[in-house]
T-cell receptor
């Protein structure tokens, strides 16, 4: 059974730091891996989607990498800002029907 | 822009009540999903549907049922609400292909007293 783990569970950094969030999964047979952002009390917003054949995706200050063979992904946030404060969720798609399996998330706080 | 809407942002119900949560999407997506989110547990899939009138159990279907009479609408039903169903409920939709993302609604925070 696929399991997704995110480390750390919480992170607090000063503004301007570069930071890395980690995600690992137990079964390498995935279609894709996604990173989502969730603001308190809100729904999820997709940040980056990496297909199983890809190694990384970039969007602005965000870069996500995927190493399928080792079951790992990292989300790199450059020059963090207070507006980046949110919970970041990693999810993989495996099996049929485009079902997602989520990690528990990393709660990020960026302070001025 | 894709829009997924949920009928309520906040809901307070009593134990034993029948509860309906409704989700509507405007992107003609085949797939629709209901998740619940609890602290420390992340999102867990309750039910999903890949077509009108079709449904499949997710990881935690006990105590829930669903209905999909129209393509754009997917309802989650708590037949007899219990306090352990107090949670944040999130609806999502997507195309069926594995390379497509899911689009999420804003969530319904349900409190069962």
């Amino acid at each position: 059974k696929q399991e997704v783990t995110q480390i750390p569970a919480a992170l607090s950094v000063p503004e301007g730091e570069n930071l890395v969030l980690n995600c690992s999964f137990t079964d390498s047979a995935i279609y894709n891996l996604q990173w989502f952002r969730q603001d308190p009390g809100k729904g999820l917003t997709s940040l980056l989607l990496i297909q199983s054949s890809q190694r990384e995706q970039t969007s602005g200050r965000l870069n996500a990498s995927l190493d399928k063979s080792s079951g790992r992904s990292t989300l790199y946030i450059a020059a963090s800002q207070p507006g980046d404060s949110a919970t970041y969720l990693c999810a993989v798609t495996s099996g049929g029907y485009n079902k997602l399996i989520f990690g528990a998330g990393t709660r990020l706080a960026v302070h001025p | 822009d894709v829009k997924v809407t949920q009928s309520s942002r906040y809901l307070v119900k009593r134990t034993g009540e029948k509860v309906f949560l409704e989700c509507v999407q405007d992107m003609d997506h085949e797939n629709m999903f209901w998740y619940r989110q609890d602290p420390g547990l992340g999102l867990r899939l309750i039910y999903f549907s890949y077509d009108v009138k079709m449904k499949e159990k997710g990881d935690i279907p006990e105590g829930y049922s669903v209905s999909r009479e129209k393509k754009e609408r997917f309802s989650l039903i708590l037949e007899s609400a219990s306090t352990n169903q107090t949670s944040m409920y999130l609806c999502a939709s997507s195309f069926p292909r594995g390379q497509e993302t899911q689009y999420f609604g804003p969530g319904t925070r349900l409190l069962v007293l």
